[in-house]
């Protein structure tokens, strides 16, 4: 085994541990604040539902072990065993040119890829959430979806992936720049036709009837200057009993969609407080910035791509040959999670800053601190949150303040 194998071994084993110790670390804190909700937070749950968080917390902390360890074994397994080598063999030379085979590569490897997840997220939607009560959607609605995301996979990837490997064979080393430009065009592009075109296959989107709660929200929307096309509602509820609220598109395209389950559990103010926080994330700028970030990352993926495809080491280290895209694509696509876990922590801490400046601009956009609060509070509840975090892993995992940090800094 060279060294390079030898190094990714290295580095899975290290984020291993590194997620057992936070994974452990974090039940013992939930256990050691099992007995009684922290003085701070009194009122948010009582006793048995407070209970009930914390063997939530406890089952998706065991469940997210297990997942670790089957995601360490199946990296090296694929990496290792000849799979890799073996679909490229099988792909390779099928179709008339080097573009066309390196996608059917590609896509063939992603459809392999989303079977061997299906087993553990079976498991979380109907054996850990369907325990907690989340779960509402069924086994063959579960599947429907599957088959329904495969063949956008395939819809989508395979004309995209094919792009990239065509435009790499027809500009030169260069190809990098391009296809970065390209790629991120389509995802722009995307941000426009998702809630149009593919949402609509999942959920049904309808706009908010008319009556006191849609002229106050869009009242709101007018008074922070955020002019939305249309709001609407999601049947979020037929498959999760998990809540959300978002909006998609940018500029005149940008509508904001509230979950049905969102609706039923807050009270007019506390939805006005939601809507306003989600409205400060833009008004604050996180999305033109969260994109330029995006879009500086994705360059340089694509120049460390484009350099690895060059060598002669690097696919041949893992029984694929050397000089070609498609398999350095493939490869450092399986890699990248084993390097950017070290660097979660940066990217949290970045999200949880603009958590932060999202709910100032809710407190100022509705005149009080109560209403979010209250929503914060409704929604740990009905979502039995951790509300007792080990203080590493929130800085590890958690895109978004613990209730206490967030209820703190409303209040300031």
Not at 245 to 256: E, L, N, P, S, V
Request: aromatic share 12%.
């Amino acid at each position: 085994m060279g060294w390079l194998p030898v190094c990714v071994l290295v580095i899975v084993i290290l984020r291993l541990a590194a997620q057992l110790t936070l994974e452990a670390l974090n039940r013992t804190e939930a256990n050691r604040n099992s007995m009684q909700c922290p003085d701070a937070l009194e009122g948010v749950m009582d006793a048995a539902t407070y209970a009930r968080s914390v063997q939530y917390s406890l089952a998706r902390g065991r469940f997210a072990s297990a997942e670790a360890v089957y995601d360490a074994g199946v990296l090296p397994a694929l990496l290792f065993s000849g799979a890799l080598p073996w679909l490229w063999a099988r792909t390779n030379g099928l179709a008339p040119s080097a573009a066309w085979s390196g996608a059917l590569f590609l896509v063939g490897a992603m459809v392999l890829l989303g079977f061997l997840g299906l087993p553990l997220e079976w498991w979380s939607r109907f054996r850990l959430e369907e325990r907690f009560g989340f779960n509402n959607s069924t086994l063959r609605l579960w599947v429907v979806d599957h088959v329904k995301l495969a063949l956008l996979g395939i819809g989508i990837g395979f004309p995209i992936t094919w792009s990239v490997l065509a435009l790499a064979d027809w500009v030169g080393p260069h190809w990098w720049v391009w296809g970065f430009a390209l790629l991120f065009g389509l995802q722009m592009l995307m941000m426009v036709l998702y809630p149009k075109l593919i949402l609509p296959l999942f959920n049904k989107l309808s706009p908010l009837p008319d009556g006191d709660q849609r002229t106050n929200l869009l009242a709101l929307s007018q008074r922070t200057g955020f002019r939305a096309k249309t709001i609407e509602t999601m049947d979020g509820s037929k498959r999760s009993g998990h809540s959300n609220a978002f909006f998609t598109g940018f500029g005149r395209f940008r509508r904001i969609v509230l979950f049905d389950t969102l609706m039923a559990q807050l009270a007019p103010e506390e939805l006005e407080a939601v809507l306003a926080h989600e409205i400060g994330h833009y008004k604050s700028g996180h999305i033109p910035k969260f994109m330029a970030l995006m879009a500086l990352l994705q360059l340089g993926a694509f120049a460390v791509v484009a350099w690895l495809a060059r060598t002669p080491w690097f696919n041949a280290a893992f029984g694929l040959p050397g000089g070609m895209l498609a398999p350095a694509l493939l490869l450092c696509g399986l890699l990248s999670g084993t390097v950017t876990f070290w660097f979660a922590p940066a990217g949290n801490w970045l999200s949880r800053r603009n958590e932060f400046e999202a709910d100032a601009f809710a407190r100022k956009a509705v005149g009080s601190s109560a209403p979010m609060i209250g929503a914060l509070r409704k929604l740990a509840q009905k979502n039995l949150s951790n509300l007792t975090p080990h203080p590493l892993y929130s800085i590890v995992y958690y895109s978004h303040p613990t209730l206490l940090e967030r209820e703190r800094a409303l209040q300031k």
